[in-house]
Nanobody
């Protein structure tokens, strides 16, 4: 059973950067594809970045070229480097498996001011 704890969010001005971290528990972490999801107020949760067990990555068009997902299996962690942030990136960010198979963590709030 993988449990997930996100951190690293905060308030940043447009054009700034943040690095999110996700700490996972569970013996088989390395075999899962992991993703970063976000949910903005009044909107559905969406997948923005994915990294599989072979470190192949995919991104939503809205973040492509600005966000970078990575993982460290020895630390059972997934990261999201977010650069050139925009106000529309404001959301609560979560990590989970892809597809979603685990309970959601508390997420981490990212707020981008214009």
């Amino acid at each position: 059973q993988v449990q997930l704890v996100e951190s690293g969010g905060g308030l940043v001005q447009a054009g700034g950067s943040l690095r999110l971290s996700c700490a996972a528990s569970g013996r088989t972490f390395g075999s899962y594809a992991m993703g970063w999801y976000r949910q903005a107020p009044g909107k559905e949760r969406e997948l923005v970045a994915r990294i599989d067990s072979k470190r192949m990555t995919e991104y939503a068009d809205s973040v492509k070229g600005r966000f970078t997902v990575s993982r460290d299996n020895s630390r059972k962690s997934v990261y999201l480097q977010m650069d050139a942030l925009r106000p529309e990136d404001t959301a609560v960010y979560y990590c989970n498996t892809v597809p979603v198979k685990r309970p959601w963590g508390q997420g981490t709030q990212v707020t981008v001011s214009s």
